[in-house]
């Protein structure tokens, strides 16, 4: 199976402040990657796909970028309704698997 | 409104079966692969169960393979997981969700159930 190692596993951080997640995938996957934002007691929601594509009707706060084994997720200015967990998930071979996730605090 | 409506979690005893569904309102389900994600209480997500739009292929995690079996009515747009042999460790919070993938190999989890709740305990 395909680790994905995510990291921070979570963070606080001021509104406005520029917010960064890594995840490393234990092996190649190119592109094939994922992340989504879950608030407590949702289902999770979409938000980047590939990688780097913004989720339709996704705000331009949220970027992706990375490929190969190591990917960045960037919340550009943090807002209060950004508060959630965010997990990447690889789609390159089964089983998918999702990292541990990223608990998103403000200070 | 979209949305995918969940139902069949509840406590079951150690060694049981439970069936969930997962039924399509609003939006289109028969020609895509669907899936079942679960979350332990407060963990993270783990992949479960996929199935083809025809239920003609289904794949499986390793833990639940041989207890859980994945199928579908496109008739009935509805999703079902039958869960036997249920352990402790199978608790959690279990969601569909469907599969979306195009020609340029993009793949993504794009509308997810609201999740149901399964507690495996005596």
């Known amino acids: 199976d395909i680790q994905m190692t995510q990291s921070p596993s979570s963070l606080s951080a001021s509104e406005g402040d520029r917010v960064t997640i890594t995840c490393q995938a234990s092996q190649d996957i190119s592109n094939d990657l994922n992340w989504y934002q879950q608030k407590p007691g949702k289902p999770p929601k979409l938000l980047i796909y590939d990688a780097s594509n913004l989720e339709t009707g996704v705000p331009s706060r949220f970027s992706g970028s990375g490929s190969g084994t190591d990917f960045t997720f960037t919340i550009s200015s943090l807002q209060p309704e950004d508060i959630a967990t965010y997990y990447c998930?690889?789609?390159?071979?089964?089983?998918?698997?999702f990292g541990g996730g990223t608990k998103v605090e403000i200070e | 409104e979209v949305q995918l409506v969940q139902s069949g979690g509840g406590l079951v005893q150690p060694g049981g079966s439970r069936r969930l569904s997962c039924q399509a309102s609003?939006?289109?389900?028969?020609?895509?692969?669907m899936h079942w994600v679960r979350q332990a209480p407060g963990k993270g997500l783990v992949w479960v169960s996929r199935i083809n739009s025809d239920g003609s292929s289904t794949n499986y995690a390793d833990s639940v393979k041989g207890r859980f079996t994945i199928s579908r009515d496109n008739a009935k747009d509805t999703l079902y997981l039958q869960m036997n042999s249920l352990r402790a460790e199978d608790t959690a919070v279990y969601f569909c969700?469907?599969?979306?993938?195009?020609?340029?190999?993009?793949?993504?989890?794009?509308?997810w159930g609201h999740g149901t709740l399964v507690i495996v305990s005596s």
């Open positions: 609003g939006l289109t389900v028969s020609s895509y692969w």
């Open positions: 969700a469907r599969e979306y993938y195009n020609d340029y190999g993009e793949f993504r989890l794009d509308h």
């Open positions: 998930q690889q789609y390159d071979y089964l089983p998918l698997t």
